[in-house]
């Protein structure tokens, strides 16, 4: 089972960038990459994703204002969020869907708040 370990997550003002890393315990070159997000009171909602193939796919709510992108020889995602809005505040998740099986992180909160 990969391990999945995210950071990069905190406080930040309205208007304001964090990057998110989410490091894996194995190769992802084979897997499908995914961040989530979850407010309190919320269902979860994918975020961005990257393929196998480098395939990449924004939720409406980020396009634009996000980058995902992955470090294969590091086995690292990464998740560039600039322009921040409160609405952005959340737990953030890593996902990853490989041949044998799906493994999730605990999170790291981002919060947006002046």
């Known amino acids: 089972q990969m391990q999945l370990v995210e950071s990069g997550g905190g406080l930040v003002q309205p208007g304001g960038s964090l990057r998110l890393s989410c490091a894996a315990s194995g190769n992802i070159f084979g897997a499908f990459m995914r961040w989530y997000r979850q407010a309190p009171g919320k269902e979860r909602e994918l975020v961005a994703g990257?393929?196998?193939?480098?395939?990449?796919v924004y939720a409406d709510s980020v396009k634009g204002r996000s980058t995902i992108t992955r470090d294969l020889a590091k086995n690292t995602v990464y998740l560039q969020l600039n322009d921040l809005r409160p609405e952005d505040t959340a737990m953030y998740l890593c996902?990853?869907?490989?041949?044998?099986?799906?493994?999730w992180g605990q999170g790291t909160q981002v919060t947006v708040s002046s």
């Open positions: 996902n990853a869907i490989y041949p044998n099986g799906n493994s």
């Open positions: 990257v393929s196998s193939g480098g395939t990449t």
